[in-house]
């Protein structure tokens, strides 16, 4: 489902002016520069009011995480440590498997409870004076469970002053009212796609200081300020991370998406889909043979098994009734192999367009296929 603003502006965009950002004084490359950097305004605006040359737009939260890792490299050695959790997804934990390999730090992982929130107390365990950075989801996006991020950020700044703090904020943008002036964080990633926005579109914000560290990510155009044949001097940020012509239609999309955003009732929003979600679990919880993974109190998704039957032909079912899950290890193959003990569970994922209706489709649409699987 996509908000039709976010149509109208890529068709803007591709029919009426099509042309390149910060390369041109004609007025069509104007309008499309204004527009791109209006959209970095907005991005900070949502996240609570930080600064737009804190903001650098990527191709989606792969890379935003990505950036950072490789930005990294010289800034680590062995006996250095990066922390990760066992409920990331892989974007937020191949990254740092592959920095460390390449580095020589230490990889060290830390563990959930019973619900599938963060163990604080292992996780503080496993920071200490080596440790260059620890990487967090804010939502889980297979168990669902919303993590204490602010406070959990404050207990690892008092361990460790130095350590920078990277969040994953792609499953809680949409659900979650965010201010990073009181999360703490020193890099937040999302997808523009989990706002309803456009795909190959992402934001990496990180604080200025933070950001001024990392080795560039990639270059070529449009992140020099100067180039000679004896070396180069690289653009101010958030310009040096944004190398080549970037997915300017998107961004425009994106900025249209935030607008429209605005003048939505986000909390009357996120009260439906708690409602939703909680109706969902008590009626999973009470059904014989499922078992729900995590604990009742999460953001808009939940993720279950159903005993003796594969989560691909769960899902196989629901879609021949038209429902839409997903089914696997919801790339999260270590929170799925080495917590939960399962090779692939189905999850549901509900968003501000869903109904009670669909509720009850979905529901009855299981009931039948609990019956198929018992014949």
Not at 33 to 58: I, M, Q, W
Not at 163 to 168: A, I, K, P
Not at 280 to 291: F, G, K, P, Q, T
Request: aromatic share 8%; hydrophobic share 45%.
């Amino acid at each position: 489902m996509k908000p039709q603003v976010l149509v109208e502006a890529v068709r803007e965009y591709y029919e009426e002016c099509g042309v390149n950002i910060h390369r041109g004084l004609y007025e069509l490359s104007e309008q499309a520069t204004n527009r791109y950097e209006e959209t970095r305004g907005l991005v900070a605006e949502f996240l609570g009011g930080v600064s737009p040359t804190e903001v650098v737009f990527t191709s989606g939260a792969t890379e935003s995480i990505n950036l950072v890792a490789f930005g990294m490299r010289e800034l680590l050695s062995e006996g250095d440590s990066l922390v990760v959790t066992m409920s990331e997804h892989h974007a937020n934990f191949v990254p740092w498997q592959q920095l460390a390999n390449m580095t020589g730090a230490e990889l060290r992982f830390a563990d959930l409870n019973d619900d599938g929130l963060l163990n604080v107390k292992d996780l503080l365990l496993k920071v200490d004076e080596t440790t260059r950075l620890v990487a967090l989801p804010q939502v889980s996006n297979v168990l669902g469970v919303v993590n204490r991020i602010s406070s959990i950020i404050h207990l690892i700044k008092l361990k460790n002053p130095q350590c920078w703090v990277l969040v994953d904020g792609s499953q809680a943008v949409a659900h979650i009212e965010i201010d990073l002036n009181d999360l703490g964080c020193d890099f937040y990633v999302f997808s523009a796609h989990k706002l309803y926005g456009p795909t190959g579109v992402g934001v990496l914000w990180g604080k200025i200081e933070a950001l001024e560290m990392l080795d560039v990510y990639q270059t070529g155009g449009d992140m020099i300020e100067r180039v000679e044949t004896s070396g180069t001097e690289f653009a101010a940020v958030p310009h040096r991370f944004e190398a080549g012509t970037p997915n300017i239609a998107g961004v425009w999309g994106l900025g249209a998406v935030l607008k429209w955003w605005k003048e939505l009732d986000r909390d009357e929003i996120w009260r439906t889909e708690s409602k939703l979600v909680t109706r969902l679990y008590d009626e999973l919880d009470a059904m014989e043979s499922v078992r729900l993974l995590g604990g009742q109190e999460r953001s808009s998704l939940l993720a279950f098994v159903v005993d003796g039957v594969h989560a691909h032909d769960v899902a196989q079912v629901l879609a021949e009734q038209d429902i839409c899950v997903r089914a696997g290890h919801h790339c999260a193959m270590p929170l799925h192999r080495e917590v939960l003990g399962i090779a692939a569970s189905v999850r549901v994922s509900l968003g501000m367009y869903n109904t009670r209706d669909d509720l009850e489709r979905l529901l009855e649409s299981l009931q039948l296929a609990m019956q198929q699987f018992k014949k």
